[in-house]
């Protein structure tokens, strides 16, 4: 962080932006936890309270806290960064190819899968050779292999190549 | 002393071969959990639970609560050689471990760091051996209202003791609880809040929520943060060790005081990270080379180390006896004891005592292994670190999301725990507190099953947590709690007028 601009905003998000964000946020979700209260009752049931009593108060206390911490964020002066873009782009790097990573899973098993984000991960972002890469990232699905399916008998996910390998 | 009797039939029961394998292998993997980004106590025990599904309770909790000795015991490796806290805990341990590291005194640093720990843990699981079973009867005669109410002063402790604003604390918490009350409610069995989804029938997992928040939450971190390790070399021999042996005792005093510490923030749920934190503000402000702290002192070392272990251990009494568990790992434990079929709580005592006895005789044992194991496996864990980031970080997502789908063996949970670990990033980078959040997810149905009882008894009046003095005592001891940052304000300004000028 050297020699900060003067328009700090050309820098990164700031951090009373993303504090506000995520007080709304939450306040979205203390408003669906009071929605979804009041369908299923919160008064006073044949058992005792309804299934929407207890939840309801939850939801309650979340707008609440959530309001005031919007508005805490919106009046007090912070001119602190919540990180720069670049580091917001490092971050991407991860979220990205793993967002991917988890809609493969039911396509492809989670063996082809994690091998495609290993190799990737190490080629994109490490520039490792290809013989490293290739041994980390197959080696370590043998080990998964074994290690779940075999020692404790745990079924992972398999797609097409385990299909055609018959395992 | 009945209980000295049933530790040693809970000796018995540990001391098989296959029982001391477990506890090996599972400080190694502790460990080497606690020394890599992205994978601490709670998420890593969390991931291998799945695994223990298919063995006995005994010897799964041995191998899982092992693995959380072994990740208290290997934040200390990272902070010391490579002045980045592998654990939360362990912050305060790089503040004179890295200096000393810097100084060359890397062995004494190190040696000081595991034996603290090792003390520390030993005297909560004393404290355990002779605290728990007392609290076990008590509690055995609690009803509803009692139960909500020791709910209640563990949640509003977090407010009080967190050091993050009380109403994001809040907010987290509340979060958590929302998010256990969807999918079937426990007490009628109706569905709520699922709107329509049939993936959410069953409710938020909080294995999910803890691999996602903890993991993917952490990698995200690390990676914004651009990590580089650069460490200093791990050089530990016997001598070194006896050296540092025949000085600690010097330091009893600072000590004992971190193991009172450890416990008390242990057994309420404030945790291991405050109580390192405070045990190190008091050990510098008692000693005599207070001002000399933070340029590599080893009194700075013992008094965290001592603190966070004892807070962890300790974390485990109020999971045994009364149900609720002291901090995010003995939350995933508490799961854990459900999932196997052991209800937690003051009964497990009575109905189960192979189970709690066993458990309380390996942490004598683990601690005492993990002690062994660290001091002879450093430069091994040390190495792990210097594997780079771009190769550690995707093997641990991979790992995460292994964790995550056999949980339930749904590739539905795997696209939770990425969401998880977003929310997590941002909430973290927002300074909200993970541990509340996660222990109301864990506790939400039980603390409202619970509520609603004591409700249904009283009629719907609230005066029914006020109806008996220990209710009305622990309730008030929750509302003190939960209004204390307010309190000692409030105390502050009344005892020193002249300060608000």
Not at chain 2, 12 to 32: C, D, R, T
Not at chain 2, 56 to 79: D, E, H, K, V
Not at chain 2, 93 to 121: C, N, R, W, Y
Not at chain 2, 443 to 469: H, M, N, P, T
Request: proline letters at 6%; hydrophobic letters at 55%; charged letters at 10%.
């Amino acid at each position: 962080m050297s020699n900060p601009p003067d328009d700090p905003d050309s820098v990164g998000p700031r951090q009373r932006h993303v504090e506000l964000g995520v007080a709304a946020f939450m306040v979205v979700l203390g408003a669906i936890t009071i929605f979804g209260s009041l369908k299923v009752g919160i008064g006073w049931g044949a058992e005792g309270p309804k299934s929407g009593f207890f939840p309801f108060w939850i939801g309650l206390l979340i707008v609440g806290t959530s309001v005031f911490n919007f508005v805490w964020a919106y009046i007090t002066p912070n001119r602190k960064l919540f990180a720069e873009w670049g580091q917001i782009n490092q971050v991407l790097k991860i979220v990205w190819p793993m967002a991917i990573y988890v809609a493969a899973v039911p396509w492809l098993g989670i063996y082809v899968s994690s091998a495609l984000l290993i190799i990737g991960f190490m080629r994109w972002l490490g520039h490792y050779g290809w013989p490293l890469t290739l041994g980390v990232g197959l080696g370590l699905q043998v080990i998964i292999y074994v290690t779940f399916e075999k020692w404790f008998l745990l079924s992972l996910p398999k797609g097409p190549l385990e299909d055609l390998l018959g395992l | 002393m009945e209980s000295i009797g049933d530790l040693l039939n809970g000796f018995a029961v540990v001391l098989s071969w296959q029982n001391l394998l477990y506890m090996v292998i599972g400080i190694v993997l502790g460990v080497i959990i606690g020394v890599l980004p992205g994978l601490g106590g709670a998420n890593g025990v969390a991931i291998l639970l799945p695994l223990t599904f298919s063995m006995s309770p005994t010897s799964a909790i041995i191998l899982l609560s092992c693995i959380y000795w072994g990740a208290l015991f290997g934040g200390a490796i990272t902070s010391i050689l490579f002045n980045i806290p592998g654990e939360p805990w362990s912050v305060a341990t790089t503040f004179d471990g890295h200096p000393m590291a810097q100084k060359g005194q890397a062995g004494e640093a190190l040696t000081a760091a595991f034996t603290s720990s090792f003390v520390g843990a030993l005297f909560a699981v004393i404290v355990i051996t002779l605290a728990a079973p007392l609290v076990a009867s008590f509690a055995l005669q609690f009803g509803p209202a009692e139960k909500f109410s020791v709910f209640f002063l563990a949640f509003c402790s977090f407010v009080g003791m967190g050091k993050e604003p009380p109403t994001k604390t809040i907010a987290a918490m509340m979060l958590g609880f929302a998010l256990a009350a969807v999918g079937t409610d426990t007490v009628t069995g109706q569905l709520r809040l699922t709107f329509g989804s049939t993936e959410l029938l069953g409710g938020f997992d909080f294995l999910i929520a803890v691999i996602g928040l903890f993991g993917i939450g952490e990698i995200l971190l690390t990676m914004e943060e651009g990590l580089s390790f650069k460490g200093k070399a791990a050089g530990i021999n016997p001598a070194v060790v006896l050296q540092t042996w025949k000085e600690l005792p010097r330091y009893w005093m600072t000590s004992l005081r971190s193991c009172l510490i450890g416990c008390w923030m242990g057994i309420t749920p404030a945790g291991a990270t405050p109580a390192s934190f405070m045990s190190y503000g008091i050990a510098k402000r008692a000693s005599k080379n207070g001002d000399k702290f933070g340029t590599g002192e080893i009194e700075g070392v013992i008094a965290p180390e001592t603190a966070a272990h004892a807070a962890g251990t300790s974390a485990l009494l109020p999971m045994l006896s009364l149900g609720v568990p002291g901090s995010p790992t003995a939350a995933v434990l508490l799961g854990g004891l459900l999932i196997w079929g052991l209800q937690p709580g003051p009964l497990l005592f009575v109905e189960q005592k192979e189970f709690v006895w066993g458990l309380i005789a390996s942490m004598y044992l683990g601690n005492i292994v993990g002690l062994v194991v660290v001091l002879t496996m450093v430069p091994f864990f040390a190495a792990i670190l210097r594997v780079p980031f771009a190769i550690i970080a995707p093997v641990i997502l991979v790992i995460c999301a292994i964790g995550a789908y056999t949980v339930h063996n749904n590739s539905f949970d795997v696209v939770m725990m990425l969401v998880f670990g977003v929310a997590g990033y941002f909430l973290k980078k927002c300074n909200y507190p993970m541990a509340p959040l996660v222990l109301a997810i864990v506790l939400g149905d039980k603390a409202e099953e619970a509520f609603r009882q004591s409700l249904l008894i009283s009629q719907g009046s609230l005066g029914v947590f006020w109806s008996s003095g220990l209710v009305a005592t622990i309730m008030s001891l929750g509302l003190i709690a939960l209004f204390w940052p307010f309190l000692s304000n409030l105390y502050g300004r009344i005892l020193t007028p002249a300060f608000r000028k």
